[in-house]
Each structure stands twice: as C-alpha cells, then as structure tokens.
Nanobody
Framework: QVQPVESGGGLVQAGASLRLSCTTSLRTFNTYAVGWFRQPPGKEREFVASIDVSGDNTYYADSVKDRFTVSRDNHKNMVYLQMYSLKPEDTAVYFC??????????????????WGQGTRVTVSS
C-alpha cells in the first residue's frame, strides 16, 4: 500500500519559510511521480507542485511559482516542498500524493492514486 505520510506543517508568520516532507515505507516510492496539493479552509483542494520520478522535471501552480520548490531524494524515499516567502493565503492543509505519470506535467487530482492525510500550514499576517 502506497500511503504517503506528510510532515513539517506548523504555524509561521508571513514571510517565513517552511519545508514539508513526504515519505512512505514502500520501497517503490521512487517509481511514482509525486504531487503536492493544498486545501485552504472552506475551499476545494488545489494543485501546488509535482515532480517526476527522476526529479529532473517539476511543475508548479502559478500562485507558488518562484516561492516554492519541490525536490526528491530517492535514496531516502523522501519528497520535499520547500516554501519561501509564505503568505496568509498559503494557509491550508497540504497533501502529498503519488501516481504514475504517463505524460508530463501532471497536476490533476485524478492523476494521483495515493494520498496522504495532510499536514496543516497556517501563515499569520
């Protein structure tokens, strides 16, 4: 079972940085593309960023481009979302998801089969 587990969320002030991590106990995690999504309070889940199996290709939502960086360390079975210059509108529950990428980029919820439980990020003004 590919059950991603997120960590690293918390309460920060606007302008701060935070790094989220995603991992799974499954050794084949490095054969999946990974996406980060978020769900702001009272809103629908939205795409944030994705990274392919090798880590050579990434894709970002316009709202986070130039502020967030997605990366992965396949030796450690880890995927990261480094977030800089956080804004109050980045407040959300952040989810890690894994799926097979038959094309690139992938950014739709339906393209990811396995989802974590989420980690909450709150950015105060």
């Amino acid at each position: 079972q590919v059950q991603p587990v997120e960590s690293g969320g918390g309460l920060v002030q606007a302008g701060a940085s935070l790094r989220l991590s995603c991992t799974t106990s499954l050794r084949t995690f490095n054969t999946y593309a990974v996406g980060w999504f978020r769900q702001p309070p009272g809103k629908e889940r939205e795409f944030v960023a994705s990274i392919d199996v090798s880590g050579d290709n990434t894709y970002y939502a316009d709202s986070v481009k130039d502020r967030f960086t997605v990366s992965r360390d396949n030796h450690k079975n880890m995927v990261y979302l480094q977030m800089y210059s956080l804004k109050p509108e980045d407040t959300a529950v952040y989810f890690c998801a894994a799926g097979y990428a038959f094309q690139w980029p992938i950014s739709l919820l339906g393209e990811f089969a396995y989802w974590g439980q989420g980690t909450r990020v709150t950015v105060s003004s």
